[in-house]
């Protein structure tokens, strides 16, 4: 085995998302350090990705051990001012249903949060919502 | 000065038909060695006196369950091993896996295994064994 490869549990997170919100009804989503300029009144997602702190699983040093990988995706979900929340509640559904308690390659995701809707969004002039989900990953060396 | 912490540690295991290999996903183990004194107080002794006696030993081993990882499935299972001869080894290391070294080592009985699975967390097996015969101790 080997040490974790973050970039692979992060492409096994993003392209999840990626891969449902370029299916209809098309929302566009964006990315840690990408370029984004939203049109205003229009609904996108923004996905971060973050890994937090490792804990020891099993004993052994750089061989036959285990480290619990702890991370948090928070996804912001924007839509547009002044015409309820439903629009932005249909997407963040669609994201919570697609961590939901999942397994997939071996990064374990837990039950969601939110989504929350935010007081003040960033950027401004769009209703913001947050719906964050929490997952580890077992590293094995 | 040279402590010593858990992660450096491990356990080595065979079932009686193979040689020592560790135990992937060992997160702890304990060993708890007990020796019985028997009185040698005289009468008209002031102060009680004592004797060693018998040796014995008793722990634990806890394992992250990982049913492919190397050695648990044979660990775990020795517990359901009928008219267990005894033939079973243990080496528990404080540090590192050379045998003979920062362990002790010694034949012994798998008497319990205890498997947890709580949602939300990672299943965890904790095996509790007896010694039988030497226990070597090679904490030098």
Redesign the interface.
Known sequence: MAAADLNTIRAVLESRLATELASAPVVPVVFHNMAFDPTPNSSWVQCLTSFGASE??????TS???N?VIGLITINVFSALGVGVGANYVIAKRIRDLYNRVIVSGVYF?APIGPEVLAKASPEGFLQTQVRVTFEF?EEL | MATIRGEQGSVQFETGGGSLATVVGTRSWSLTITKETYETTDHGDTFRNFVGGLISGEGTVELVYDPDATGQAAFIEDVVKVNDATDASFELFTTGSTSGTDSVAFAGIITDAEITSTVGELDVVTCSFVTSGTITSNLE
Request: without cysteine; proline residues 0%; hydrophobic residues 25%.
């Open positions: 020891y699983l099993g004993q052994g040093l036959n051990s285990q619990r837990d077992i």
